[in-house]
């Protein structure tokens, strides 16, 4: 049987002072870019709007996308996709318990478990 391919992503919180935070999943003392597996029935894109509006509450129509890029995960080649979305949009009650808004400082840890194909641009 063959594995289901795999997507990754997060999302830049514009935050209403200027600061940015990063949309990631944390499993135990792990802090991980929120995946899912790729349904065959629909894009990659697609499936993984529909784990970040399930487990973050995010809306998908005031999202935008502002990169694509690779990442490799325990020897699998994953597409990333970076979402911008401005905090007046958001309930941060509607978070799943292991889905976090962290610091920049945090992401640029996340960064260096992967290898990433043409470092996303995230400013």
């Known amino acids: 049987m063959l594995e289901q391919s795999r997507v990754a992503g997060t999302v830049i919180l514009n935050q209403q002072d200027g600061h940015k935070k ?3 999943q944390k499993k135990d003392d792990t802090v991980s870019f929120i ?3 790729i349904n065959n029935n629909y894009t990659s894109l697609a499936c993984i709007l529909e784990k970040l509006t399930q487990s ?3 809306d998908s129509d005031v ?3 502002v990169e694509l890029t690779n990442i490799n995960v ?3 080649k994953l597409p990333l996709f970076v979402f911008s979305l401005d905090e ?3 309930d941060y009650s509607s978070l799943n318990p292991e889905i976090l808004w962290e610091e920049p400082a ?3 840890m996340v960064l260096q478990d992967f290898n990433v194909s043409g470092v996303p641009f995230l400013n």
């Open 74 to 76: 325990e020897n699998e």
């Open 63 to 65: 999202m935008d996308l």
């Open 88 to 90: 007046e949009c958001i």
């Open 22 to 24: 990063f949309l990631v």
């Open 106 to 108: 945090t992401l640029r």
């Open 56 to 58: 973050a509450g995010l």
């Open 35 to 37: 995946q899912t597996t």
